[in-house]
C-alpha cells in the first residue's frame, strides 16, 4: 500500500504541470529505498518512470534515467541503517548530482550534441539550471518525507494505526 503511495506521488509530480525537474522523483527513489523491501524499493522506481516515460514519451536518454534512478535507489537501501536527518540531507544532494551526471551524459550520447569535449562541456552547460530545479526538489521532497514518516511512526506506536508502518 506504501509503495502504490510512492508511486502516485511520484507519477503526480512528473506529469502534471510543474516547474521543469521540480519532481518528487528522486526523493522517492531514495526514500522507497529507505523504508520499502529491497524488491519494491527498486521496483517502484521502475514502475514510476515506466508509467510517466509512457504518458510522456519515451526518449534518447530513458534508460540513464531509469539507471539513475535504481542508483538512487540502492543508496536509500544502503542509507537503511544510516538514516537521520543529516545521512538524508546529504543523500538527496548526492542524488540530485548522481542523476545530474548520468542523465546529461546520456544527453550528450544522443544526437543533440557533438561527440566532442566541447560538446559534452556544453550539454552540462545547457544542464545547469535545470539541475537548481532537482537539488531543491529533491531535498525538499526527502526531508517532508523523511520527516513525515519519522514523525507518523512515532505518533502511531502503541495504536493501531501502527500496522501501516
Given amino acids: 500500500m506504501f509503495a502504490?503511495?510512492?508511486?502516485?506521488?511520484?507519477?503526480?509530480?512528473?506529469?502534471?504541470?510543474?516547474?521543469?525537474?521540480?519532481?518528487?522523483?528522486?526523493?522517492?527513489?531514495?526514500?522507497?529505498?529507505?523504508?520499502?523491501?529491497?524488491?519494491?524499493?527498486?521496483?517502484?522506481?521502475?514502475?514510476?518512470m515506466m508509467v510517466t516515460d509512457i504518458i510522456l514519451g519515451f526518449h534518447d536518454t530513458m534508460f540513464f534515467t531509469w539507471g539513475s534512478m535504481l542508483l538512487v535507489s540502492a543508496m536509500g537501501i544502503w542509507l537503511k541503517e544510516r538514516k537521520n536527518f543529516v545521512t538524508v540531507l546529504a543523500g538527496s544532494i548526492f542524488a540530485s548530482v548522481v542523476f545530474f551526471i548520468i542523465t546529461n551524459f546520456g544527453a550528450w550520447l544522443s544526437p543533440l550534441y557533438p561527440h566532442t569535449w566541447a560538446g559534452l562541456r556544453e550539454c552540462y552547460i545547457a544542464a545547469i539550471p535545470f539541475f537548481r530545479s532537482t537539488l531543491v526538489s529533491t531535498v525538499a521532497y526527502s526531508l517532508v518525507l523523511y520527516a513525515g514518516y519519522e514523525w507518523a511512526l512515532k505518533r502511531s506506536q502503541g495504536t493501531a494505526l501502527a500496522r501501516l508502518f
Fill in 4 to 48: 502504490l503511495f510512492l508511486i502516485i506521488l511520484g507519477i503526480s509530480s512528473r506529469v502534471f504541470v510543474h516547474t521543469p525537474q521540480f519532481t518528487a522523483i528522486l526523493a522517492v527513489a531514495m526514500f522507497g529505498g529507505m523504508y520499502l523491501n529491497r524488491v519494491q524499493a527498486l521496483l517502484v522506481p521502475l514502475a514510476l
